[in-house]
């Protein structure tokens, strides 16, 4: 692990406090332009100054066996990343943090006076009631949703969602999210990709 860190880009990219981030994490097996897409929408719709893409080591809930180096996940993603407002990292290994809810505290004690918002698709927001310590996932800082085909109508239905009701933003203030106090959150919709990791990794006749 030591070596693979010395090569990768496992540091926090350049932040300041009074930032506005948006935290995207995932496998990024592989980063698509979904990932992309929904970048984007985050950093127009929410106003960010950056996105930071956390590629993660290994996600909790998912077998890990077949899954790519992190290293090779985060050369073919800074490919598909290819934005000056977009940051690649892995820095979740140097945390040595293996959940969503200890890499959040690990950056907000890090990156003080920055103001991060977490990203995920509405398909994430479906199953979001299953992460670990979720509830105080969203009461560390806002979360944006980004609408996903297929997912809407469960993510709304969801356990997590209906939970998070009370402290939903509408659209037309989603600007105003990240210097919220949490709980707050949002759900972005526009344009959508079709793409997923998994069809990708099917097509590729990995999985």
């Known amino acids: 692990m030591?070596?693979?860190?010395?090569?990768?880009?496992s540091r926090l990219p350049t932040f300041a406090p009074g930032l506005r981030v948006g935290l995207f994490g995932g496998s990024f097996n592989p980063a698509h332009d979904g990932h992309r897409l929904a970048s984007l929408t985050a950093l127009?719709?929410?106003?960010?100054?950056?996105?930071?893409?956390?590629?993660?080591?290994?996600?909790?809930?998912?077998?890990?066996?077949?899954?790519?180096?992190?290293?090779?996940?985060?050369?073919?993603a800074e490919g598909?990343?290819?934005?000056?407002?977009?940051?690649?990292?892995?820095?979740?290994?140097?945390?040595?943090?293996?959940?969503?809810?200890?890499?959040?505290?690990?950056?907000?004690?890090r990156c003080p006076g920055v103001n991060f918002v977490w990203i995920m698709g509405s398909d994430n927001l479906a199953g979001f009631h299953r992460w670990n310590e979720w509830r105080a996932i969203a009461r560390m800082?806002?979360?944006a949703i980004i609408d996903r085909p297929g997912s809407t109508h469960s993510a709304m239905a969801s356990p997590a969602a209906n939970w998070l009701s009370r402290w939903r933003l509408p659209e037309s203030r989603a600007a105003s999210l990240p210097?919220?106090?949490p709980p707050a959150w949002v759900f972005l919709h526009g344009k959508r990709s079709t793409l997923s990791s998994t069809m990708l990794r099917k097509q590729a006749g990995r999985d």
């Not at 030591?2 to 880009?9: H, Y």
């Not at 100054?49 to 080591?57: A, G």
Request: a positive charge.
């Open 2 to 9: 030591t070596s693979e860190l010395t090569r990768l880009p």
């Open 44 to 76: 127009r719709r929410l106003r960010l100054d950056r996105v930071w893409w956390l590629v993660t080591p290994g996600n909790p809930l998912k077998d890990n066996a077949r899954l790519p180096s992190l290293a090779e996940r985060i050369r073919q």
């Open 80 to 109: 598909v990343a290819g934005h000056a407002r977009i940051d690649v990292t892995g820095v979740e290994a140097m945390l040595r943090t293996r959940y969503t809810a200890d890499t959040l505290r690990a950056l907000k004690r």
């Open 141 to 143: 800082m806002p979360i």
């Open 179 to 181: 210097r919220m106090k």
